[in-house]
Nanobody, 123 residues
Framework: QVQLVESGGGLVQAGASLRLSCAAS????????MGWFRQAPEKERELVAA????????YYKDSVKGRFTISRDNAKNTVYLQMNNLKLEDTAVYYC????????????????WGQGTQVTVSS
């Protein structure tokens, strides 16, 4: 229903920063909860951050609090994940997803997914 394309991943050293972008097409994003997920090889996909439709509420996984910031620009139909002080354990494929409702634990109803962008953090 909505097409999502992630960009901005890459190879960086520990302590560096990256900004991921998620561009949407097909539908406007204003009514969607947006989440950033990540999946490392042979590990379960996990929710990293989420943001309510209007952007006023955000959720972060404990391990990224204070380092990552999720934001959205509905006029540009784009969602961002600013990642600072990257650590080795942040290495994963990062996906954005559109969801149907927001909760304090990150929302739900995520049914539309991007293809992912690789983030690799080296020592």
């Amino acid at each position: 229903q909505v097409q999502l394309v992630e960009s901005g991943g890459g190879l960086v050293q520990a302590g560096a920063s990256l900004r991921l972008s998620c561009a949407a097409s097909g539908r406007t994003l204003s009514s969607y909860v947006m989440g950033w997920f990540r999946q490392a090889p042979e590990k379960e996909r996990e929710l990293v951050a989420a943001i309510s439709g209007g952007g006023s509420r955000q959720y972060y996984k404990d391990s990224v609090k204070g380092r990552f910031t999720i934001s959205r620009d509905n006029a540009k139909n784009t969602v961002y994940l600013q990642m600072n002080n990257l650590k080795l354990e942040d290495t994963a494929v990062y996906y954005c997803a559109a969801g149907n409702y927001y909760t304090d634990s990150g929302g739900g109803g995520y049914v539309n997914w991007g293809q992912g962008t690789q983030v690799t953090v080296s020592s």
